[in-house]
């Protein structure tokens, strides 16, 4: 797969299966292509910027752009899944923009991490409890 091979030369699918390395491979594409696509010719002076409407920390995105490779990678590893690019990214943005970094550096690789971490263990949860709760409904329903 061109795509696989592409993606494998950065380094950024080490360790995965070939199934993995095929939705991972996939999954960077687009978010790769959606981050371009709303990513501003210029930044507004005082540090903010408008993405969908909402104006965000020139540094939550810096952040959400050095996280959000790994999140998809450690998503995707332990067996998530990653159904839109675009409300991932989204997600990401508001994650880290809760995030109080007078006490953080944000430009520190430890704290990439560890937001890296946190993230996707939020994410994890949300998307289990949502399934459960789907699954739960279909079986009520009869459909399942």
Same mark, same amino acid.
């Given at each position: ?32 292509? !959606?981050?371009?696509?709303? !990513? ?32 998809? !990678? ?9 159904? =839109? ?37 939020? !994410? =994890? ?10 699954? =739960? ?8």
């Amino acid at each position: 797969m061109d795509l696989i091979d592409k993606w494998e030369k950065t380094g950024l699918l080490a360790y995965l299966n070939y199934d993995n390395k095929l939705k991972v491979s996939q999954l960077y594409e687009s978010m790769a292509n !959606y981050a371009i696509k709303i !990513y501003p010719s210029n930044w507004e002076l005082d540090g903010e910027i408008l993405i969908n409407n909402f104006y965000y920390k020139k540094t939550t995105i810096e952040t959400v752009e050095g996280i959000m490779f790994p999140a998809i !990678y450690r998503i995707v590893n332990s067996g998530g899944n990653i159904y =839109r690019v675009a409300n991932l990214y989204e997600d990401l943005i508001e994650f880290v923009d809760s995030i109080n970094f007078k006490t953080w550096d944000y430009r520190h690789l430890d704290t990439h991490n560890e937001l890296i971490v946190s993230y996707v263990e939020m !994410y =994890r949860e949300r998307i289990l409890n949502k399934d459960y709760k789907f699954k =739960r409904l279909l079986i009520e329903k009869n459909l399942l």
